[in-house]
């Protein structure tokens, strides 16, 4: 029970006290609240009863409450209903004799109004789990075979969503149940044979064996024909949890043909619905019968007169191209992949990049870079920004597979030129995949290939390239260490920001990126190359950047060698506490208290020394 509910059971216990002290009755107390003409008011007492049965007991409980409940489904409105439907489910467990709760719920399986009905289903199939089967097979069994003979459309169908959940426990009744569940699966109403297919791959996995592979393969069948093009998209969803509860060759003997024939179903939304469901399906039925028989049906998936199939297909081949093998792939996917590059739908392109990606991991080296590479570079070259960053965000795993050798038929060229695309955000997916290809190739690929391309991060325009591009700093320093820093980044910085007319922006971000870089280098080496150039920037026009630089030399201190901070730093920043600009000023001050502190715990370190001497 949830910690509010005790506390309203706590509260009525004591309201229950005083009720006794007064004598009023607690139903008639909770008639009095569903009186009221405040549909909320009467929901909010409805929401109560579980503290109501503890302030009535169980015996009036039975007599009364049961009795009064029943009454308000037969006048009450549907919000009220909905509120019953769902206490129903929760009370259950505070009433021994649970059996009393069912001519409630059976009612409310009756009613038109279809969230009220999906509740009471809900809360008869939480009941049914604690039921004994005997009483299952006497009073729940019978209720649902009542709910399915009559006349209604929503009882018939509320009995179809009940039939899964008690059949296991039906006993004797179990027959009973199978066979109303066959019947109605041919009935003339659409919204019944709808509701049976919903439901009949979750029968298929409490039902027999012997009866699953007949009876109920028959049914399926015949909705999987039906006339209703909604009715076999459904069908698609069930036929998963069909197969799983199926073995090996009962599948590839009875569904397998039935899933062919949906392939080429002549509407395009149940194509639609197996190519969304593809890669379950692939799983479902294991590699062998996927790269078997329905690796053609993907293969005419992908070239399907709809885009949105296609796009389905194509990512439903990213989700399964492990069950193929690359003799499929190459055989059967890759002549219609490579049509795709020029499809009129760049969601169709986008999927197209990322699913060749990840076939590249399964396939072997050099069909990867003969056949998957030449059409990855193309798509880096269409005019939609997704489709791009689609090819970027998998181009690492290619990397894994192919090697340096990554960097030919044009890649290079086209990840410069993604450097200048206008999208901001296919730039900073260049940057984190120089990055990554940078930590995996190792120091001499990155700086024969990528570092010019890399370098542009520190004057794109877009702050969010630029701070990635210091992030993966400490990625690239780390794995190259302190000899790449102090030869080839910092001249390379050095270089960039002593050329004219360079945006102050760009100035804070590479010297933003000595604090990433200072990480690898020791407290000498950062003051032999770093501090030089911050104390240089300390005198910049531009007061951002001289504050910025206060702010890093506030954070290098403790990397720094404490004379060098006592001779050169503190100066300079002695200097910049009387500077023209109060931001400048503040900062500086900051810089020179962390000067200072770390100045004097040295100097009491030596005193210390000399003492032990």
Request: hydrophobic share 45%; charged share 25%.
């Amino acid at each position: 029970v949830s910690t509010q509910s005790t506390w309203d059971i706590i509260q009525f216990l004591w309201i229950k006290f005083e009720m006794t002290e007064e004598h009023i009755d607690p139903i008639e107390l909770l008639k009095e609240e569903m009186s009221t003409d405040e549909t909320t008011s009467k929901v909010n007492a409805i929401h109560r009863l579980p503290t109501v049965i503890y302030a009535l007991g169980m015996p009036a409980t039975n007599d009364k409450l049961i009795p009064f409940l029943d009454s308000l489904i037969r006048k009450e409105e549907d919000e009220v209903l909905f509120a019953i439907a769902e206490e129903l489910g929760k009370i259950h467990v505070l009433i021994e004799n649970k059996i009393v709760l069912l001519p409630l719920l059976e009612a409310l399986c009756s009613v038109d109004e279809t969230v009220v009905r999906e509740q009471a289903v809900k809360s008869l199939s939480k009941i049914v789990e604690t039921l004994p089967p005997i009483d299952v097979q006497n009073m729940y069994a019978p209720m649902v075979l009542r709910l399915s003979a009559t006349e209604t459309l929503p009882s018939r169908v509320s009995s179809i969503m009940l039939t899964t959940s008690c059949y296991k426990k039906a006993g004797t009744q179990k027959e009973k149940l199978r066979k109303r569940f066959i019947e109605l699966c041919k009935e003339e109403t659409p919204l019944i044979r709808k509701c049976c297919a919903s439901c009949i791959g979750l029968f298929s996995g409490n039902i027999e064996k012997e009866f699953l592979t007949n009876e109920l393969y028959l049914s399926f069948k015949h909705l999987t024909g039906d006339e209703q093009d909604t009715i076999r998209v459904i069908c698609i969803e069930s036929l998963i949890q069909i197969i799983k509860n199926l073995s090996k060759e009962d599948n590839q003997k009875l569904i397998l043909t039935i899933l062919l024939g949906l392939c080429e179903d002549k509407s395009w939304k149940v194509r639609l619905s197996i190519a969304k469901n593809f890669a379950d399906i692939a799983t479902a039925f294991g590699k062998e019968i996927t790269d078997g028989s329905l690796v053609v049906k993907l293969a005419g998936l992908l070239k399907d007169v709809e885009a949105d199939v296609r796009t389905a297909a194509v990512l439903s081949l990213k989700a399964c191209s492990k069950n193929i093998s690359p003799d499929k792939i190459q055989t059967h996917l890759l002549p219609p992949l490579s049509t795709l590059t020029q499809d009129a739908s760049f969601n169709v392109k986008a999927g197209l990049g990322e699913a060749l990606c990840e076939i590249s991991t399964v396939t072997k080296k050099e069909l990867a870079t003969s056949k998957i590479l030449p059409i990855l570079v193309e798509l880096l070259k269409d005019e939609h920004h997704e489709v791009k960053m689609g090819v970027l965000s998998g181009l690492q795993g290619v990397a894994i597979i192919i090697g340096s050798e990554l960097i030919s038929s044009g890649l290079l060229m086209s990840l410069s030129n993604l450097m200048k695309e206008p999208q901001w955000r296919v730039r900073l997916s260049v940057v984190n995949l120089i990055a990554n290809l940078a930590k995996e190739f190792g120091r001499d690929f990155y700086m024969k290939n990528l570092e010019p391309i890399f370098m542009q991060y520190a004057t794109d325009n877009a702050a969010s390239v630029r701070d990635a591009g210091i992030d993966k700093l400490l990625l690239i320093s780390s794995e190259f260490k302190a000899d790449w820093v102090i030869n080839a980044y910092l001249p390379k910085a050095t270089e960039i920001m002593s050329k004219e007319k360079l945006g102050y922006l760009y100035r804070m971000t590479l010297l933003n990126s000595y604090l990433s870089i200072a990480n690898v280098l020791t407290k000498e080496q950062v003051g032999l190359h770093i501090a030089p150039q911050l104390i240089k920037y300390l005198k910049d026009p531009i007061p951002n950047v001289r504050f910025c630089v206060a702010k890093l030399l506030k954070k290098l201190i403790p990397k720094i060698d404490p004379s060098t901070i006592a001779s050169k730093i503190k100066p300079a920043l002695s200097e910049m506490a009387s500077d023209s600009d109060k931001d400048v000023q503040y900062y500086a001050k900051q810089a020179l208290s962390s000067c200072q502190h770390l100045i004097n715990s040295f100097q009491l370190f030596q005193v210390d020394m000399l003492s032990i001497k």
